[in-house]
């Protein structure tokens, strides 16, 4: 025996997930934009903090730091190519805190893939890609601290753009 209903029910869901996959394709446009957007307005200023100088550092050998203050551990990076949120001469200069947005757990560098990863529920975040989540259970991605460079090379950090593990807010 023959059950048409099953043929029908096959089609309206080929052409249900037509349809959503051509919406997903229009979004996915759009979507880097409103991310970006997102960003800036977790973006927090904080007062400016010397981290170190451009020739204090070597391309891919994370440097320890405290930002925006000793009760935030964070790295300071050169991945030796431009990157988004990259400062510097090359705009290869980036820094984030490492404590996983999960639950704060003490992240890792591997410097062969370029990612901050979680020991806890094994979280990775993209050290060249703004710190993007690419895998694990955080629902935020990795908190990037906004720097400048000066004309003497001096690596200043002056905002955080996501949410520090542990804050309610951002605010000191």
């Given at each position: 025996m023959?059950?048409?209903?099953?043929?029908?029910?096959?089609?309206?869901?080929?052409?249900?997930?037509?349809?959503?996959?051509?919406?997903?394709?229009?979004?996915?446009?759009?979507?880097?934009?409103?991310?970006?957007?997102?960003?800036?307005?977790?973006?927090?200023?904080?007062?400016?903090?010397?981290?170190?100088?451009?020739?204090?550092l070597?391309?891919?050998?994370?440097?320890?730091?405290?930002?925006?203050d000793?009760?935030?551990?964070?790295?300071?990076?050169?991945?030796?190519?431009?990157?988004e949120?990259?400062?510097?001469?090359?705009?290869?200069?980036?820094?984030?805190?490492?404590?996983?947005?999960?639950?704060?757990?003490?992240?890792?560098?591997?410097?062969?893939?370029?990612?901050?990863?979680?020991?806890?529920?094994?979280?990775?975040?993209?050290?060249?890609?703004?710190?993007?989540?690419?895998?694990?259970?955080?629902?935020?991605?990795?908190?990037?601290?906004?720097?400048?460079?000066?004309?003497?090379?001096?690596?200043?950090?002056?905002?955080v753009?996501?949410?520090?593990?542990?804050?309610?807010?951002?605010?000191?």
């Open positions: 023959k059950c048409n209903r099953l043929v029908d029910a096959g089609r309206r869901q080929f052409m249900r997930g037509g349809l959503m996959g051509a919406a997903g394709a229009a979004a996915s446009t759009v979507l880097p934009a409103q991310q970006a957007q997102a960003r800036s307005l977790a973006r927090v200023e904080y007062p400016p903090n010397r981290l170190a100088n451009v020739s204090d070597t391309v891919n050998d994370p440097m320890d730091i405290a930002y925006p000793a009760d935030s551990p964070g790295v300071l990076l050169k991945l030796g190519e431009a990157v949120g990259g400062v510097g001469p090359d705009g290869d200069i980036v820094a984030y805190s490492v404590l996983c947005p999960h639950k704060g757990w003490f992240l890792s560098y591997n410097g062969e893939d370029r990612t901050f990863n979680c020991p806890g529920h094994h979280s990775r975040f993209d050290a060249e890609a703004a710190g993007q989540q690419v895998w694990g259970h955080a629902t935020n991605n990795l908190p990037q601290f906004v720097l400048r460079v000066d004309d003497n090379g001096d690596i200043y950090a002056e905002g753009d996501e949410l520090i593990y542990g804050r309610l807010s951002n605010v000191l």
